[in-house]
Structures are given as C-alpha cells and as structure tokens.
C-alpha cells in the first residue's frame, strides 16, 4: 500500500520502552528518515508519511475508546490487535 510502511513498523519496533528519552527518539527517527531518502521523490515521501501517521494516530485512538468502552463495539483488547494488523 505506501513504500515507506515497512520502515515506520521497524521504527515501532525499536523503540525502547517508555519513557523514551528526546535525544534516542530523535536518533531512530533520524535514522528512519535517512532510509526512506531513496524510496520516492520528497513530496511524495512527506504525503506518505502523514498518512501513515495519522493511520496510526486513527488506529491507536480506536482502541482506546475499544478498551475503555468496550460496551461500545463489544470489542476487547484482541480486537486492538487485528485492527493494527490492518496497517
């Protein structure tokens, strides 16, 4: 679907537990950012990321109200989960 979704998934995944300190989160992102230079021309990439994120920020808000409200959709954590692997 967008080039860039591998590298934001290995993004995620290395991140340290939190709270995570500024200057190592500056780093990774750095570095995803670096390795991304090479996969489309910079508008391109700035469009991609923004969708991703905010995919991400959407998916992540989901299952807040999921686990906070689970009277809501009568979904529970697992379903957080399989909407995340919706990525």
Not at 2 to 20: M, N
């Amino acid at each position: 679907m967008v080039a860039l979704q591998p590298l934001l998934a290995s993004l995620l995944d290395s991140l340290p537990p939190s709270p995570i300190e500024k200057e190592k989160l500056d780093e990774v992102v750095a570095h995803t950012l670096h390795e991304s230079r090479d996969k489309s021309s910079p508008e391109n990439r700035k469009v991609q990321w923004e969708y991703l994120l905010k995919h991400d920020v959407f998916l992540l808000a989901v299952c807040f109200v999921i686990v906070k409200r689970p009277d809501i959709l009568n979904f529970n954590k697992q379903n957080c989960r399989l909407l995340k692997g919706l990525r």
